[in-house]
């Protein structure tokens, strides 16, 4: 079986992907295939799994109960559920998702103060998810959006640790960020400072290489040139490109070491591994396991890569 054929034997979250981005199916047959999403696979099991309070697994950020002696961070609460439907492409305009949104809308509250889902809380590693979820599901955000512009530090970025002292940017806060923002941005363009406020997070990454600290070259993380998905609140530097490809960017120069590294990672079948899961609880799988080829993996890679050498 060849990649193609491998990637679209798989579920309907995957397919419709792969059918848009890397063949040139016509765009009813996409649009045909991602209707499927609701209605079977994972996405449609994931639907199925909201609770009669509108949450997945009884909260917000965390589940209910949840006593902190797991082995990681569970991933099965409504935050990371409703990412999940994103990433797998749910229609937000579908009565699928139209009716599990209102409900988190009407009924989730963040576990930090109370606060409405689509209202945020104070972290803006936090609130770039909810941006993003807000935005795509079609949920006013504003609020949260005109918190995190003001949030925005000196070198660009956005850091968790802020209302705590720091000063510095944090990677995992500011892809949150600027992956909340870019989705966003899609229905709000003429935001004030919108614009600019993106352009400098995404100088941020580009001046350090999506992966080197900017005042020596060193690598800041290992850990980031193993590619994870989910990628939950993580960054890694697949992710980062990831991102400036959904931004429609015309690739930077200083994206070569980022781009060489997702190369020398392709396998000889021409697929990619799934590396770095994030440990905790989950709602199902949806590869086979570290270190065995991973149909996300290989989508996001070759997109990436298609992106950058048509560019």
């Known amino acids: 079986m060849d990649v193609l054929d491998w990637l679209l034997d798989s579920d ?32 449609a099991r994931l639907l199925a799994l909201q609770g009669g309070d509108g949450q997945w697994d009884g909260g917000t950020y965390y589940p209910w109960p949840f006593d902190e002696s797991e082995r990681g961070q569970p991933w099965t609460a409504t935050t990371y559920t409703l990412l999940l439907l994103r990433d797998f492409g749910l229609d937000p ?13 009407d009924r989730s509250r963040w576990e930090e103060d109370g606060q409405p889902f689509f209202e945020g809380e104070v972290e803006p590693c936090v609130n770039g998810m909810a941006v ?20 925005q530090l000196d070198d660009g970025g956005w850091n968790c640790e802020a209302e705590r002292g ?16 870019l989705e966003y941005g899609r229905a709000h363009a003429d935001v004030p400072g919108l614009a600019a406020a993106r352009q400098r997070g995404e100088e941020y990454l580009l001046e350090r290489g999506l992966l080197r600290r900017k005042s020596n070259g060193e690598l800041i993380d290992p850990a980031w040139l193993r590619f994870s998905y989910p990628t939950r609140w993580h960054y890694d530097v697949l992710r980062g490109l990831e991102y400036f490809r ?5 690739p930077d120069a200083r994206l ?18 799934l590396e770095n899961s994030h440990p905790g609880r989950i709602h199902f799988p949806l590869d086979e396991g570290d270190g065995r080829p991973g149909r996300w993996n290989t989508l996001r890679a070759q997109r990436v890569l298609n992106w950058a050498e048509g560019a």
């Open 12 to 43: 309907p979250a995957i397919r419709w992907q792969v059918l848009r981005d890397l063949t040139d199916a016509p765009a009813q047959v996409v649009a045909a295939e991602r209707a499927q999403v609701a209605a079977r696979g994972w996405g």
């Open 132 to 151: 993003a979820l807000g935005a795509y599901f079609g949920e006013n955000v504003d609020g949260i959006v005109t918190r995190l512009l003001a949030e």
């Open 93 to 105: 305009g579908s009565g699928e998702a139209r009716a599990a949104v209102a409900s988190v809308r």
């Open 256 to 273: 070569g070491e980022a781009l060489d590294l997702v190369r020398s990672k392709r396998l000889p079948g021409g697929t990619w591994l």
């Open 166 to 181: 720091s000063t510095r940017s944090s990677f995992d806060t500011t892809i949150n960020v600027l992956e909340g923002l």
């Open 246 to 250: 959904a931004a429609g960017s015309v």
